[in-house]
């Protein structure tokens, strides 16, 4: 595993050099079009912009993310099944702490992990993740966000999705003004600036128009890679490979796209968030295609990462771990038994979480009225419709359990 750990942090060094050469690139092509021999101005322009956009993401940058899709923090009493499971993983990965448990109300079953370090991640679900899945099929899914937290590539990817942002901002940038200086681009070409400029004039629109796409199928094609490792662990943590390739399959049949995703964010989740299917080995996909991925897990003899590596290579034809990490596997576990238990949440529990997002106040009476407060109620104390007993309004949300 740490083999693939380094491999992985060789490639992000590449990859995110790659894409920062491309930004400082673009910054002086850019800068030189409006103003000859300002391309270093550009350089350090260019800079500038990723520095900032660097602070942003060390300070705020989760919390951007998170309130982007609507994610709220998940108090263990609202579904204790749930943290069982993602200590459960946090145990058999060998991560120092429990991630914290992030909810996004969004019947769509989706999820992802995020976190510089593994001291500071934390796991998001879907309500409609936690409503679909059985036991088995959402630990297979927490353990692979584990997986991605383990392997470090929530930071590169965090990081590649600054740096993609970057050079998407200078290019838009550059456009906007070559449509409102355009003309006096042109007078500097005509006094002089002749054959030359106009080259650097092809070079920056080329760069405007090919950075941002280069960029993006870089930030892709590495996250392709990353999948096949963070299945192979989720089958290693939970002995159950099936777990894992049974979610991606209600996934695949639910096939409902979430109501709202940040674009940049889109290789950061366990399937393509807006279109589930969407998947395969095109230089523009996010994520392997989804029939492989179950292929392989069932394919697997047994719960190891040799099995794993088997079975891709079976359906693929090349390998998916490193030689070294291979020949350190000791053990070779079996696979276990299914737990064959149902879903953490109910359809019905997950609608009282859309509820709870909105401030209401869910009440259960004993007789058996469920009641839903809003935030706006003006008193202390609210009677049963059907039985008139008298309930605080002050108590905490019913428990999940």
């Given at each position: 595993?740490?083999?693939?750990?380094?491999?992985?942090?060789?490639?992000?060094?590449?990859?995110?050099?790659?894409?920062?050469?491309?930004?400082?690139?673009?910054?002086?092509?850019?800068?030189?079009?409006?103003a000859p021999?300002?391309?270093?101005?550009?350089?350090?322009?260019?800079?500038?912009?990723?520095?900032?956009?660097?602070?942003?993401?060390?300070?705020?940058?989760?919390?951007?993310?998170?309130?982007g899709l609507g994610a709220r923090e998940l108090p263990r009493e609202e579904c204790p099944r749930l943290f069982n499971i993602v200590e459960e993983m946090q145990l058999a990965s060998g991560l120092p702490v429990a991630p914290k448990v992030y909810l996004i109300d969004d019947p769509a079953p989706n999820a992802f992990a995020f976190g510089r370090?593994?001291?500071?991640?934390?796991?998001?679900?879907?309500?409609?993740?936690?409503?679909?899945?059985?036991?088995?099929q959402l630990q297979g899914v927490i353990a692979h966000e584990l997986g991605h937290i383990k392997n470090r590539d929530t930071r590169f990817l965090m990081l590649a999705a600054v740096l993609l942002a970057s050079v998407a901002l200078l290019s838009e940038i550059f456009w906007r003004m070559l449509r409102s200086g355009g003309r006096a681009g042109r007078r500097s070409s005509a006094r002089g600036g002749g054959q030359a400029m106009l080259i650097i004039l092809a070079i920056a629109i080329l760069l405007a128009i090919f950075g941002p796409i280069g960029a993006r199928l870089l930030y892709f094609a590495c996250s392709r890679k990353?999948?096949?490792?963070?299945?192979?662990?989720?089958?290693?943590?939970?002995?159950?490979?099936?777990?894992?390739a049974g979610a991606l399959e209600t996934i695949a049949t639910t096939n409902q796209p979430m109501a709202r995703v940040n674009k940049t964010a889109l290789p950061m989740f366990i399937v393509h968030p807006l279109r589930p299917l969407?998947?395969?080995?095109?230089?523009?996909?996010?994520?392997?295609?989804i029939d492989e991925r179950i292929g392989i897990l069932r394919a697997m003899g047994n719960a190891s990462f040799h099995a794993y590596d088997t079975a891709m290579r079976q359906l693929r034809g090349r390998s998916a771990i490193g030689a070294h990490t291979l020949g350190a596997e000791q053990t070779q576990p079996e696979i276990r038994s299914a737990a064959a238990e149902g879903p953490v949440m109910t359809a019905h529990?997950?609608?009282?979480?859309?509820?709870?997002?909105?401030g209401y106040r869910a009440i259960t009476c004993g007789c058996g009225i469920a009641m839903k407060i809003p935030p706006t109620y003006p008193k202390p104390t609210i009677r049963c419709m059907r039985?008139?007993?008298?309930?605080?309004?002050?108590?905490?949300?019913?428990?999940?359990?």
């Open positions: 595993m740490w083999e693939q750990i380094r491999a992985n942090q060789r490639r992000s060094f590449f990859l995110i050099a790659g894409m920062s050469i491309l930004l400082v690139g673009c910054g002086f092509t850019f800068a030189e079009v409006f021999g300002a391309g270093p101005i550009g350089l350090l322009i260019a800079a500038g912009l990723l520095a900032i956009q660097l602070l942003i993401y060390a300070a705020a940058g989760q919390s951007v993310l998170l309130q370090k593994p001291e500071q991640s934390g796991v998001a679900v879907t309500s409609g993740l936690l409503s679909r899945l059985n036991r088995d990353r999948e096949y490792l963070a299945d192979a662990a989720s089958a290693q943590f939970t002995r159950y490979p099936e777990g894992l969407r998947g395969g080995h095109s230089i523009f996909a996010t994520h392997p295609p529990d997950a609608a009282l979480g859309t509820y709870a997002t909105a039985c008139g007993t008298a309930h605080s309004v002050g108590r905490r949300p019913r428990t999940i359990s």
